[in-house]
């Protein structure tokens, strides 16, 4: 499956490595096809280096290492969401056509898409 991993994913997963998020992502890290946009990247390393700059090296271990398809922002929008700054993660997951979109943001879990199905770290656990 191709998943796209929110940025609070990431976030969660450097900060708390026993989490439910570190090990979502390190599951479809290990047994799918991780994908990541720009706009990840870009909000990952801005929050981190705001609110814990301590995990700035983390941060650049963690994209070494991990093994992922980097989408670039799209600024086309086919759904809309609230939140401005979540468009292109939204954008870039449908035209990337991927299968899932694993976030802790309530903008992305009310949106009840059919593709790409927007679930929590905890949901795709127990169900994938």
């Known amino acids: 499956m191709k998943i796209l991993v929110d940025t609070n994913i990431l976030i969660s997963a450097i900060l708390f490595p ?3 998020p570190a090990e979502a992502l ?3 890290s290990e047994e799918h096809e991780l994908v990541l946009c720009e706009q990840n990247l ?3 390393r801005e929050v981190i280096r705001r609110k814990e700059p301590e995990y700035s090296q983390d ?6 290492e991990l093994a992922y398809e980097l989408i670039p922002d799209s600024y086309y ?3 809309l969401i ?3 700054k979540n ?3 939204l954008n870039a997951a449908i035209l990337a056509n991927v299968d899932l979109l694993i976030t802790g943001d309530k903008d992305f879990l009310v949106l009840e898409l059919e593709q790409p199905h927007c679930i929590t770290a905890a949901q795709f656990l127990e169900n994938y």
Request: no cysteine; net charge positive; hydrophobic share 45%.
């Open 59 to 64: 941060v650049e271990v963690l994209l070494v």
């Open 42 to 44: 870009r909000e990952l």
């Open 87 to 89: 468009q292109p993660i």
């Open 77 to 79: 929008a086919e759904k």
């Open 26 to 28: 390190l599951k479809v």
């Open 82 to 84: 609230r939140d401005p």
């Open 18 to 20: 026993a989490s439910k």
